[in-house]
C-alpha cells in the first residue's frame, strides 16, 4: 500500500504558474501508473492527466499545453507543472495511483488517493 501527499498548491493571479508535488511513501511509486484529477467546488472530480510507470503522459484537453507531469521514482516523487493557469483552474489538486498498467481516466481506476492540495486561480 502506498500513501500519498500533496503540496504545493496556493493562490496564484491568472497567468501565472505553481508545481504540485506529490511524495509517496510506503511502496515504491515504480510500480504504479499515476494520475492527477482535480475537484472544483459544486463539480465531479475530472482528470488532469497521468503518467505511465515507463514515463508517457497523457492530459485532458482542457490542460493539455498548460501543464505538465513529470516522476522521480528515485524521490518517490510525481509533479505537476501547471502554467498560464486560468480562473476555470481553481480546484483540489489530487494525485492518485493506480497499479493495473494502463492510463487510467476515471476516478475509479485508481486505488490509491492522497488529500488534495488547493488551487486558487485569481483573474
Known amino acids: 500500500q502506498v500513501q500519498l501527499v500533496e503540496s504545493g498548491g496556493g493562490l496564484v493571479q491568472a497567468g501565472g504558474s505553481l508545481r504540485l508535488s506529490c511524495a509517496a511513501s510506503g511502496r515504491t511509486l515504480r510500480v504504479y501508473d499515476m494520475g492527477w484529477f482535480r475537484q472544483a467546488p459544486g463539480k465531479e472530480r475530472e482528470f488532469v492527466g497521468a503518467?505511465?510507470?515507463?514515463?508517457?503522459?497523457y492530459y485532458a484537453d482542457s490542460v493539455k499545453g498548460r501543464f505538465t507531469i513529470s516522476r522521480d521514482n528515485g524521490k518517490n516523487m510525481v509533479y505537476l507543472q501547471l502554467i498560464s493557469l486560468k480562473a476555470e483552474d481553481t480546484a483540489v489538486y489530487y494525485c492518485a495511483a493506480r497499479r493495473t498498467l494502463g492510463v487510467g481516466t476515471t476516478v475509479a481506476q485508481y486505488d490509491y488517493w492522497g488529500q488534495g492540495t488547493q488551487v486558487t486561480v485569481s483573474s
Open positions: 503518467i505511465r510507470r515507463g514515463g508517457g503522459t
